[in-house]
Structures are given as structure tokens and as C-alpha cells.
């Protein structure tokens, strides 16, 4: 789905017109996606595990517009599909938001960005597949555990949806503060945010 993002380079993604309280978030999307980009996160191999960690989950999210008790569920059993990624859950987890009628499909197709940007554009280094490849590369081991993502700090335990929430919200501040002039709006950010704009993005 990052493909997407693309398409949106430029849009503003906080023009929201209902006259209700204001859901819009208060940090820009084209900052983050700046910022994940510099130096810290790149080149990959040499970002430090807790950089490419936010990196990915960042990413992540905002590839499969999932929510953050979903990506805590992710199985980090991947598989092909051509040049894109199939994620998918473990098998014991049942979202929230299940129901009869509806229920969330077990498996995520990840589209891989380089089909569709060049070698030497910007964008490149904002592609889920390449970064999700590396983190897990990064994160292997005989005895890993089954969830996707893994405590930083103690790679034998899942990382917890606490920890999750902390660094999108990490994420987004760190950005506000490398680029301070990139929006005069007060910043309050809410990790759910990144969910909403994945969806509007699928719109």
C-alpha cells in the first residue's frame, strides 16, 4: 500500500470540513516520512536496532492500516507473493472488532515500493517490504519468538502494545522536532492517528 503514498505527496492530509470536534492530527505525515528517511534510519545496517524498530513499525501501520492490537498480533512468518509480502496473524488471535458478518482477513499483502519508484528516487527507502526484510533478518535467531515485533530491550519477549503506542508517538515527535518549522499547529499526537490516515489513504 506505501505505492500510496505517492499519490499523496502533496495532499493535505488535514482537511477535514465536519464541523464536530477536530479529529485532524496535528502532525504532517510528509515530515515523519522525511524524517524516517535521514540518517539515523539510514542506511539500514546501520541504524541501531531501536531506529529501525520505529522505522518498520511506522511503516508498517501505515502500509496495512492496521491498529495497534493487530500489529502486536502479527505472526513474523512471512511468505512471497511475487515481489510483495504476505504478513499475517497468529493463528490464535481474534481482532476486536470480529463479527459474525465480518471478520478480519488472516493474511496482509504488502506491496513492494521499488515496482513502482526508481533505484535513486527519495522514496525508495520508504518501502515496508525492504524494511520489514531487514528488521526481521536483524531480529532472527533459533529460539525467536512468534510475534513480529520484539521488546527492544529484551528480544526474547514480544513487544508489548504499550511499547508499540510509545514509539509511533516517539516517531512523530522526534520528526516535529528535526523539522520545527513544519507546522505552527499545537502538536498532540495520538498514536490511532496513524490508523486514520492509512484508511483515508485506502479511500
Given at each position: 500500500?506505501?505505492?500510496?503514498?505517492?499519490?499523496?505527496?502533496?495532499?493535505?492530509?488535514?482537511?477535514?470540513?465536519?464541523?464536530?470536534?477536530?479529529?485532524?492530527?496535528?502532525?504532517?505525515?510528509?515530515?515523519?516520512?522525511?524524517?524516517?528517511?535521514?540518517?539515523?534510519?539510514?542506511?539500514?545496517?546501520?541504524?541501531?536496532?531501536?531506529?529501525?524498530?520505529?522505522?518498520?513499525?511506522?511503516?508498517?501501520?501505515?502500509?496495512?492500516?492496521?491498529?495497534?492490537?493487530?500489529?502486536?498480533?502479527?505472526?513474523?512468518?512471512?511468505?512471497?507473493?511475487?515481489?510483495?509480502?504476505?504478513?499475517s496473524?497468529?493463528?490464535?488471535?481474534?481482532?476486536?472488532?470480529?463479527?459474525?458478518?465480518?471478520?478480519?482477513?488472516?493474511?496482509?499483502?504488502?506491496?513492494?515500493?521499488?515496482?513502482?519508484?526508481?533505484?535513486?528516487?527519495?522514496?525508495?527507502?520508504?518501502?515496508?517490504v525492504?524494511?520489514?526484510?531487514?528488521?526481521?533478518?536483524?531480529?532472527?535467531?533459533?529460539?525467536?519468538?512468534?510475534?513480529?515485533f520484539?521488546?527492544?530491550?529484551?528480544?526474547?519477549?514480544?513487544?508489548?502494545?504499550?511499547?508499540?503506542?510509545?514509539?509511533?508517538?516517539?516517531?512523530?515527535?522526534?520528526?516535529?522536532?528535526?523539522?520545527?518549522?513544519?507546522?505552527?499547529?499545537?502538536?498532540?499526537?495520538?498514536?490511532?492517528?496513524?490508523?486514520?490516515?492509512?484508511?483515508?489513504?485506502?479511500?
Open positions: 500500500m506505501l505505492n500510496s503514498v505517492l499519490a499523496i505527496r502533496g495532499l493535505d492530509l488535514n482537511n477535514d470540513q465536519r464541523p464536530t470536534r477536530d479529529l485532524r492530527p496535528s502532525w504532517n505525515l510528509d515530515v515523519v516520512l522525511r524524517y524516517i528517511t535521514k540518517a539515523l534510519f539510514e542506511p539500514l545496517q546501520l541504524s541501531s536496532t531501536r531506529d529501525l524498530t520505529r522505522k518498520t513499525l511506522f511503516l508498517l501501520a501505515l502500509a496495512t492500516a492496521q491498529r495497534i492490537g493487530e500489529i502486536q498480533a502479527l505472526s513474523h512468518r512471512t511468505s512471497w507473493q511475487g515481489q510483495d509480502l504476505l504478513v496473524y497468529l493463528p490464535e488471535f481474534i481482532a476486536t472488532t470480529d463479527k459474525d458478518a465480518y471478520s478480519t482477513p488472516r493474511e496482509l499483502h504488502i506491496k513492494r515500493l521499488a515496482t513502482v519508484v526508481g533505484s535513486k528516487d527519495v522514496e525508495r527507502p520508504l518501502c515496508s525492504q524494511v520489514l526484510c531487514h528488521y526481521l533478518h536483524r531480529m532472527a535467531s533459533a529460539t525467536r519468538h512468534r510475534n513480529l520484539l521488546a527492544v530491550k529484551c528480544s526474547s519477549r514480544p513487544m508489548s502494545k504499550a511499547a508499540i503506542s510509545f514509539f509511533f508517538q516517539d516517531t512523530i515527535k522526534s520528526a516535529r522536532a528535526s523539522f520545527p518549522d513544519s507546522s505552527c499547529r499545537k502538536l498532540k499526537v495520538r498514536a490511532h492517528d496513524i490508523h486514520g490516515i492509512a484508511i483515508s489513504m485506502l479511500m
